[in-house]
């Protein structure tokens, strides 16, 4: 019987079966062996690429090379390696060069209030500088922010204080000029003075003016079915043998609290009057004082007729005259010769906002005709006005108004206005919104640092400057410019103010969350702070009250009151011993991919330098090696200057998110990291090289004992695998099916050590077609990713600059 072969001495080439030689080429690398099948895993380095200056591509794989972060971006941090992912932190304070430290400790108090804050303002009372708050139906003020809740004035349900300005002009004391209306519908009422002279007294409402002339007035003739309008003062109206069913309107262009009747010919008739005022659907009657009643008969001398200002009073259009109307009946006839000789409004002047430019005083106000604006210099409890102009429509509202580089900005919901620099004249400006987009909240939370003002609008927080007297509109500013952010500290800016240093917003997301985040102008970048939770803040503002020598960040919490202590003489909170840090903080440097993001990464070792760390101050590094999972903790430090930890020995992946959390048990100390520095080996990938003999002779036994062809065929065959263009499957001596690209082959004579022949054979030498990544960390090549000081931030090249 034929002799069958081992399988071990066995090899299929391109669906062929072949019997290995007995011995291969001489191989001087091996010391002079000749073996017949040869497997050698070779690194295979065409899969490197480069990017900008770090690149692998000529390097020496053995060669070690520390990876740190050099770009930044106007970002929650630094910008890292790959495109779009930034740095984060939450109650974490990354914004002075080589030091992350935790976030200054926010503050809070309650405050009792039917509505946010929308203005504050600073009086000396009998020495002490005092905030006020105007929110809701009150005026709240404090010293002390850990306990404000002390109203200095209670305007009454239902109303709003919504905006306030301090001006003396001529008048021989400041008065705090405060704009008030009511919450449902906002309909105006009459603007308060406060002198300051205590906490709590010397409001004074607006005084009372009784020669305004109406807008317009109109007899209703129900018989005739006709008007007549008298719009021209004096006010002459006819109104012999007025009957029940005729009305006369009196019109205003600010809501009033009565009027005044100047007859010329009284009436004699027994009749009494009945006031009616236009509620938005119907006409509603009025309780009034008729002092124009004598001995039972309406309109029988001159008189006030009186009535408390109605809450919910809208202007209506009467015969093509839009105005606050009132409309008069009797009800019996009057006889038959009643005229007056004029008709004045009781009025009482009203504001939505306030602002003092230079020597003059400016109020906004609504009136039937829309909103306007008007002036005044004297500053008494009733100020003489000068009226400059409608600014907008009423369906375009008046939202914010401020200085700001010398002129007054004028911001509605769908519309911007300045004042000219002659203080009188109205200019309307580009509006970054397109045609029909409305926001009631445009420009609500703005304020002016660094000589320009910035504006939160709709999504964005816009910076307004001025160049040679022209306005600008930079809208490449905020952090709405991170189109490729993906941190979770993102949304809509709803309020913004600066210290001496920075500036600082917060950013609300679309699930009610809200985040402190600062802008550090030689960085050019933004910054997190701290988490704010579930709260709305729509005012932010800076002032030395409520501390004894450092200013004070506050912002509003919806009817609650924040704030953090900022330090005096440096932007750094380190060289202030009154500053005070947040109990614990995170810290996340971002997704790590190096320059090798294809390959997957043996995780060595993590090191940290840092100062600060005792018992109660510690640095916690954590992380995990898939998008989303959850965070292993690697190692906690609490001693100087840290050290390093090595992780497990299976931690690879192509990527690592890592996670710093700092902690303190004591507010007036921090841990401050200066070096963040992960270890790491790129597992290169392999192929293998392959090299075997097989025989060439006549008619060899197989595996299952049977005669093979001829040597000629033999070698035909192995010829045409050999020069396949294609991948050929080959199955080593162990089983294993490999896809092999054929590199070489020939036919050669094996002789034995007396030099006789012993047979021939056919050499192959193959490359796998497929790499292999390493299973091991054995021979991987050792690389540093460093992040230092979360880290060193540098200004953004030229082209990057807003």
């Known amino acids: ?55 692998y591509k000529n390097w020496s794989p053995e060669e070690e090379f520390p990876w740190q972060v050099g770009t930044y971006t106007k970002g929650y941090g630094p910008h890292v390696w790959e495109p779009g992912t930034y740095h984060y932190g939450l109650n974490v304070d990354p914004r002075v060069p080589n030091e992350l ?10 405050l009792t209030g039917e509505d946010r804050i929308r203005d504050v303002f600073t009086r000396s009372i009998s020495g002490t500088d005092t905030l006020f708050a105007c929110m809701g139906r009150y005026v709240r003020y404090w010293t002390t922010p850990s306990s404000p809740d002390n109203s200095s004035k209670d305007f009454g349900t239902g109303t709003i ?12 004391t400041a008065l705090t000029y405060v704009a008030s209306s009511i919450a449902t519908g906002g309909m105006p009422q009459p603007f308060w003075t406060f002198s300051g002279g205590s906490n709590t007294r010397t409001w004074v409402a607006d005084d009372q003016v009784t020669d305004v002339a109406p807008s317009s007035c109109k007899f209703y003739d129900n018989s005739g079915t006709s008007y007549t309008t008298d719009a021209a003062a004096a006010i002459t109206m006819t109104l012999s043998s007025m009957t029940s069913s005729d009305y006369l309107y009196i019109g205003g262009n600010q809501p009033f609290e009565g009027f005044t009747l100047d007859m010329n010919a009284v009436n004699g008739n027994s009749a009494t009057m009945t006031v009616q005022y236009y509620n938005g659907s119907s006409w509603t009657s009025l309780t009034v004082t008729d002092g124009s009643a004598s001995g039972g008969a309406t309109m029988a001398q001159d008189g006030n007729v009186t009535y408390t200002l109605p809450t919910n009073w809208q202007i209506v259009d009467v015969d093509g005259t839009t105005a606050y109307w009132v409309r008069v009946s009797v009800n019996a006839t009057l006889d038959s010769s009643v005229t007056t000789t004029d008709i004045f409004l009781l009025q009482r002047d009203t504001a939505t906002h306030f602002a003092v430019l230079g020597p003059r005083l ?66 309307e400006n580009v ?45 490449d500013f905020g952090p709405q410019r991170l189109t490729s952010n993906d941190s979770p500290v993102r949304g809509r800016v709803t309020a913004v103010t600066g210290d001496d240093f920075h500036l600082y917003s917060i950013v609300q997301d679309e699930d009610g969350t809200s985040y402190l985040i600062c802008f550090v102008p030689d960085q050019d970048a933004w910054h997190t702070i701290a988490d704010l939770g579930s709260i709305t803040s729509r005012r932010m503002w800076v002032s030395d009250v409520g501390h004894a020598t450092n200013p004070l960040l506050y912002f509003s919490a919806g009817t609650n009151i924040r704030w953090l202590i900022l330090p005096r003489s440096s932007p750094n909170p380190l060289h202030d011993s009154a500053c005070r840090y947040a109990s614990s903080g995170t810290f996340f440097p971002g997704q790590f991919f190096a320059d090798f993001s294809r390959e997957v990464k043996a995780w060595l070792s993590w090191h940290l330098v840092a100062e600060r760390l005792d018992t109660g101050q510690t640095v916690k590094h954590s992380y995990r090696v898939t998008d989303d999972g959850s965070f292993s903790d690697l190692v906690t430090y609490s001693t100087d200057p840290g050290g390093q930890q090595p992780f497990a020995t299976n931690v690879a992946s192509r990527m690592i998110d890592t996670r710093l959390t700092l902690a303190t048990t004591d507010s007036s100390k921090t841990p401050v990291v200066r070096l963040n520095q992960t270890r790491y080996a790129v597992r290169f990938p392999y192929k293998r090289r392959i090299q075997f003999a097989v025989r060439i002779e006549d008619y060899q036994s197989t595996l299952t004992g049977r005669r093979s062809e001829s040597a000629q065929t033999l070698e035909s065959r192995i010829r045409s695998s050999c020069s396949s263009s294609a991948p050929v499957t080959l199955s080593n001596p162990f089983g294993e099916s490999i896809d092999v690209v054929p590199i070489d082959g020939r036919l050669f004579l094996v002789k034995d050590e007396v030099g006789r022949a012993v047979e021939w054979a056919f050499f192959v030498e193959a490359v796998e077609h497929q790499a292999t990544v390493l299973g091991t960390h054995a021979g991987l090549s050792s690389f540093v990713h460093s992040r230092l000081a979360a880290f060193t931030h540098q200004q953004l090249a030229d082209g990057d600059a807003a």
Not at 444 to 471: C, E, H, K, T
Request: proline content about 5%; overall charge negative.
């Open 101 to 110: 430290k935790l976030a200054p400790e926010v503050n809070s108090a309650s």
């Open 362 to 427: 400016y109020r906004v106000y609504k009136s039937a005709a829309g909103f306007k604006l008007a002036q005044s210099s004297n500053g008494t409890t009733g100020p003489t006005w000068v009226e400059l102009g409608t600014i907008s429509s009423l369906d375009d509202p008046v939202t914010e108004l401020y200085k700001s580089q010398g002129r007054l900005h004028i911001w509605c919901e769908q519309s911007f206005h300045v004042l000219e620099s002659d203080g009188e004249t109205l200019a």
């Open 161 to 172: 204080q919504q905006g306030a300005a301090t001006f003396q002009g001529t008048h021989d």
């Open 1 to 55: 019987m034929p002799v069958v072969p081992d399988k071990r001495s066995t090899i299929t080439f391109g669906g062929n079966n072949y019997m290995l030689a007995q011995a291969g080429p001489v191989d001087p690398s091996a010391g002079g062996l000749r073996p017949s099948y040869d497997e050698r895993r070779v690194r295979f380095a065409a899969s490197r690429t480069s990017f900008e200056a770090q690149g």
């Open 431 to 475: 509006f970054p919104h397109g045609v029909g987009l409305s926001d009631s909240l445009n420009a609500v939370g703005a304020s002016n640092w660094g000589g320009n003002a910035y504006v939160p609008l709709r999504q964005g927080l816009y910076r307004i400057y001025s160049d040679q007297g022209v306005l600008f509109l930079d809208a």
